[in-house]
Protein backbone atom coordinates (compact mmCIF):
# COMPACT_ATOMS: atom_id res chain seq x y z
CA UNK A 1 0.00 0.00 0.00
CA UNK A 2 1.35 3.27 -0.97
CA UNK A 3 1.96 5.81 1.82
CA UNK A 4 -0.22 9.11 1.61
CA UNK A 5 2.07 12.31 1.74
CA UNK A 6 0.71 14.81 4.09
CA UNK A 7 1.12 18.86 3.32
CA UNK A 8 4.45 19.80 4.88
CA UNK A 9 2.50 22.74 7.13
CA UNK A 10 -1.15 21.52 8.16
CA UNK A 11 0.35 17.91 8.30
CA UNK A 12 -3.24 16.83 6.13
CA UNK A 13 -3.16 14.28 3.72
CA UNK A 14 -2.62 16.53 0.42
CA UNK A 15 -6.08 16.09 -0.94
CA UNK A 16 -7.70 16.90 2.26
CA UNK A 17 -5.19 20.06 2.64
CA UNK A 18 -6.61 22.72 5.43
CA UNK A 19 -4.14 25.30 4.15
CA UNK A 20 -6.30 27.41 1.88
CA UNK A 21 -8.99 28.22 4.81
CA UNK A 22 -8.37 30.72 7.39
CA UNK A 23 -10.34 31.94 10.14
CA UNK A 24 -11.25 31.54 14.09
CA UNK A 25 -12.18 27.61 13.47
CA UNK A 26 -8.37 27.18 11.57
CA UNK A 27 -5.38 27.40 13.52
CA UNK A 28 -2.56 30.04 12.33
CA UNK A 29 -0.13 27.99 10.60
CA UNK A 30 2.28 31.35 10.20
CA UNK A 31 5.16 29.90 11.30
CA UNK A 32 5.14 26.60 9.85
CA UNK A 33 4.42 27.59 6.33
CA UNK A 34 7.41 29.87 6.88
CA UNK A 35 9.86 26.94 7.88
CA UNK A 36 8.60 24.78 5.55
CA UNK A 37 9.03 27.70 2.23
CA UNK A 38 12.98 28.00 4.14
CA UNK A 39 13.51 24.04 3.36
CA UNK A 40 11.77 23.42 0.43
CA UNK A 41 14.89 21.18 -0.46
CA UNK A 42 13.62 18.69 2.27
CA UNK A 43 10.18 18.25 0.62
CA UNK A 44 9.24 15.42 -1.96
CA UNK A 45 8.27 16.32 -5.51
CA UNK A 46 4.60 16.23 -4.24
CA UNK A 47 4.62 18.51 -1.38
CA UNK A 48 6.63 20.82 -3.64
CA UNK A 49 4.39 20.73 -6.41
CA UNK A 50 1.22 21.22 -3.57
CA UNK A 51 3.09 24.44 -1.68
CA UNK A 52 3.56 26.15 -5.89
CA UNK A 53 -0.33 25.41 -5.77
CA UNK A 54 -1.03 27.17 -2.43
CA UNK A 55 1.11 29.65 -3.70
CA UNK A 56 -0.46 30.41 -6.90
CA UNK A 57 -4.28 30.37 -4.44
CA UNK A 58 -3.08 32.95 -1.76
CA UNK A 59 -1.49 35.53 -4.75
CA UNK A 60 0.99 37.02 -2.06
CA UNK A 61 1.42 40.72 -2.60
CA UNK A 62 3.76 43.09 -1.29
CA UNK A 63 3.97 46.75 0.29
CA UNK A 64 7.50 47.50 0.26
CA UNK A 65 8.97 48.35 -3.56
CA UNK A 66 11.32 46.46 -3.79
CA UNK A 67 9.69 43.40 -3.59
CA UNK A 68 7.34 44.41 -5.62
CA UNK A 69 10.11 44.88 -8.41
CA UNK A 70 11.51 41.36 -7.91
CA UNK A 71 8.10 40.19 -8.29
CA UNK A 72 7.36 41.48 -11.16
CA UNK A 73 10.71 40.51 -12.69
CA UNK A 74 10.02 36.94 -11.89
CA UNK A 75 7.01 36.94 -13.31
CA UNK A 76 8.27 38.62 -16.31
CA UNK A 77 11.28 35.88 -16.89
CA UNK A 78 8.84 33.02 -16.38
CA UNK A 79 6.55 34.33 -19.06
CA UNK A 80 9.42 35.02 -21.19
CA UNK A 81 11.24 30.99 -20.33
CA UNK A 82 8.08 28.95 -19.57
CA UNK A 83 6.98 27.20 -16.88
CA UNK A 84 9.19 25.00 -14.74
CA UNK A 85 9.53 21.30 -16.28
CA UNK A 86 8.59 19.99 -13.01
CA UNK A 87 4.91 20.44 -13.41
CA UNK A 88 5.36 18.27 -17.25
CA UNK A 89 3.85 15.14 -16.31
CA UNK A 90 6.06 11.97 -16.58
CA UNK A 91 5.50 10.12 -19.10
CA UNK A 92 5.66 5.82 -18.06
CA UNK A 93 6.43 3.05 -20.18
CA UNK A 94 3.94 0.64 -20.30
CA UNK A 95 4.44 -2.83 -21.76
CA UNK A 96 1.83 -5.31 -22.49
CA UNK A 97 3.08 -8.47 -22.71
CA UNK A 98 1.40 -11.32 -25.02
Not at 8 to 13: D, T
Not at 23 to 47: I, W
Request: net charge positive; hydrophobic share 30%.
Amino acid sequence: MFKKEKCPICEYEINMCQCRFAGSAHPNRGKAEEVVKDHLYLLSKKQLKHIIKLERFWNISYADEEQKEILKKLKTRRNRHGRSKIFEREKKNVRFFS
